[in-house]
């Protein structure tokens, strides 16, 4: 099993080169990216913005004009519809945003005719190398979903599911994250949870183990859910944090990144091929790993 970004890196480096759409391109930090990664033969790139602008970037950062096809379109949401329809065409594998803003970007993809909508609900799933873990560490949704409901908080969890499997988690352990490990009838995380884990019970949600409610330290420690009598294939080892909003989820993220010296990677996935969707903080190793895992997910479920 994958336990680090580096055997990512190598995997991918085992398979054809994948090609990412780049929509509004002119981004520097998301060219450093994509040229790395270029270099590193883990993707290439056909870049869709304004030409001029994009020129300049690459002559910053001194990349070869000749390195990636260029396709100029200067309104922002022409750009991005024309990246999403390389993707739906199939002329490129994956699909990643640049100087645009996301509502801009997001109706793009979910464009009825253009578009890559699968009918699925589209989720953010961030993967964390975690030292002190010592393994890859999924947790979804911190940037998609506000307050997800229990038939999204499914999907969330199919779509995670579909990304674990792809780094190598043949069934992976899903920690559905409440404030208490008890269902309590004035929270209804908890509710969801146990409801979430019995239709794993069932068959409804495959591919996985389920268990919830669980608080986070007994989620991730096995010592804290020895200490509090949780008898689980989940407590203590939790393959994916299922969160039960985005307060919480931006919350983890942002603590992981800052404090843990975790490296990290994400994309969204239940659209009809990887998005990249990074934010402008992410550092360039982040939106590295971020392309190196959407090209593996490409890989995985072509």
């Known amino acids: 099993m994958i336990k680090t970004f580096d055997q990512i890196l190598e995997k991918v480096k085992s398979y054809p080169t994948k090609k990412i759409a780049v929509a509004v391109a002119q981004d520097e930090p998301v060219l450093e990216a994509v040229f790395e990664a270029k270099k590193m033969g883990i993707a290439d790139a056909i870049l869709v913005g304004d030409r001029e602008k994009i020129l300049e970037c690459e002559k910053i950062l001194g990349i070869p004009e000749d390195m990636f096809e260029i ?25 990643m945003k640049g100087l645009v803003d996301t509502a801009t970007f997001l109706r793009a993809v979910l464009d009825k005719e253009r578009g890559l909508r699968t009918g699925k609900v589209l989720s953010h799933v961030a ?26 908080k499914k999907e969330i969890i199919e779509n995670a599911v579909v990304v674990a499997k792809a780094i190598g988690m043949e069934m992976p352990k899903v920690a559905v994250v409440a404030a208490v490990e008890v269902v309590n009838p004035d929270m209804q995380p908890t509710i969801d949870a146990a409801v979430l884990s019995k239709m794993n019970d069932r068959g409804q949600i495959k591919g996985c183990i389920i268990d919830g409610p669980l608080a986070i330290d007994n989620a991730l420690s096995e010592e804290a859910a020895k200490h509090k009598g949780i008898k689980s ?37 239940g659209a009809a091929a990887p998005v ?23 890989e995985v479920t072509k």
């Open 71 to 95: 396709i100029d379109e200067k309104d922002n949401a022409k750009a991005s519809l024309l990246a999403v329809e390389l993707v739906s065409s199939k002329k490129a594998h994956m699909l």
């Open 233 to 269: 294939p989940v407590a203590g080892h939790a393959d994916i944090i299922l969160v039960p909003n985005i307060e919480t989820g931006n919350a983890m993220y942002k603590t992981l990144t800052y404090t843990s010296n975790a490296k990290n990677g994400g994309i969204l996935s």
């Open 127 to 152: 993967v964390f190398e975690v030292p002190a873990l010592n393994r890859m560490l999924l947790l979804t949704d911190a940037a998609m979903n506000i307050a997800p409901d229990l038939k999204t």
């Open 276 to 298: 990249i969707l990074t934010s402008r903080a992410d550092s360039n190793e982040s939106k590295l790993y971020s392309i190196a895992l959407a090209s593996l997910v490409a």
